[in-house]
């Protein structure tokens, strides 16, 4: 189960809710449910306890149920800080999400926060800020002016691009990761915005970089379109995504996928003047390496790509 918990604001319901979990961790998964759907006759408007109850419905198979659970916690709160709508989603046929409700992406990284960088680099291998900064210099990227760190999460792309530019600021939707970054001490400005739903400023940048973010933001027409227009001529842009097939695909991961033809049209239709797609292994899951690409972008002609192992795709 992968819900995060809320109070029903009922201690009796809430004590209730975690024995169904326990069922339900040692497999008695009809009890679980008959146990939760008893309390949320108490408690009819707690959505996280709807929550859970599509999940045991899902576990049990009943993915009707599921979906209809997953609905009704939806209807009590639209924001989603759970991702009910994700998870509705990728249990239809046909997914409907184009990015994540920015209230799960946040309280999901908010609680995350004091334990990423152990999860994220050591249990999981992440190497996305070397990856990333590696290509940059590969396609000829030596100092930026204005940087932007675009979900920078608690600085770890940060850490490596300050040594390559003169200015540095940071986004990031989720203000524990934010503090987590400044006390980093390597951003000269740090920012609390929704990377999906940016507005432009006056503010223009030389480089901007996304290091595994947008696999929590699915169509990418909107970001993709901001970051052309926030960069100064000659500016590029760096990002790693998720590798997959087709446009842009939800996993059960609840993490989006983007085909490599996807990236290559919708740079190009930005007004990218060159796009370089390069294959690689930015982390793990589950001990198995996470197939994704690293793409770099530019408003200048083609750099030329020194370590040659890559594909490049040059805009018409």
Not at 103 to 126: G, H, K, T
Not at 138 to 147: E, K, S
Not at 208 to 218: H, L, P, T
């Amino acid at each position: 189960m992968t819900a995060m918990r809320f109070s029903s604001g009922d201690p009796i319901v809430d004590r209730r809710a975690d024995y169904a979990d326990q069922l339900g961790e040692r497999g008695d998964i009809e009890a679980a449910i008959e146990l939760l759907a008893g309390a949320l006759e108490l408690v009819p408007a707690w959505a996280a306890g709807w929550f859970r109850l599509g999940e045991f419905e899902e576990a049990a198979g009943r993915i009707e149920a599921a979906i209809a659970a997953w609905e009704r916690a939806l209807e009590i709160d639209p924001a989603d800080p759970m991702g009910a709508s994700l998870k509705r989603d990728l249990a239809r046929a046909e997914p409907l999400a184009e990015s994540m409700p920015p209230a799960f992406v946040e309280s999901l990284f908010d609680q995350y926060a004091p334990r990423f960088e152990a999860a994220l680099v050591d249990a999981l291998q992440y190497r996305g800020p070397q990856i990333l900064l590696q290509r940059l210099i590969a396609n000829g990227f030596t100092r930026a002016r204005n940087a932007l760190d675009l979900g920078c999460g608690t600085g770890l792309m940060g850490e490596a691009l300050r040594p390559h530019c003169t200015r540095l600021e940071g986004i990031d939707i989720s203000a524990r990761m934010l503090a987590e970054a400044g006390a980093k001490g390597v951003y000269d400005a740090l920012h609390k915005r929704d990377i999906a739903r940016l507005d432009l400023t006056c503010e223009r940048y030389n480089l901007i970089v996304a290091a595994d973010v947008f696999a929590y933001v699915g169509a990418l027409e909107g970001v993709i379109a901001w970051c052309r227009a926030a960069l100064n001529e000659g500016g590029m842009l760096a990002f790693t995504v998720e590798a997959g097939e087709g446009d842009v695909v939800l996993r059960e991961s609840r993490r989006f996928a983007h085909g490599r033809d996807y990236l290559a049209a919708l740079l190009e239709q930005a007004g990218f003047a060159f796009t370089g797609i390069y294959p690689c292994v930015v982390r793990q899951d589950r001990g198995e390496d996470i197939r994704s690409f690293c793409v770099v972008a530019g408003l200048s002609p083609l750099r030329h790509d020194r370590e040659g192992d890559g594909e490049a795709h040059a805009a018409a």
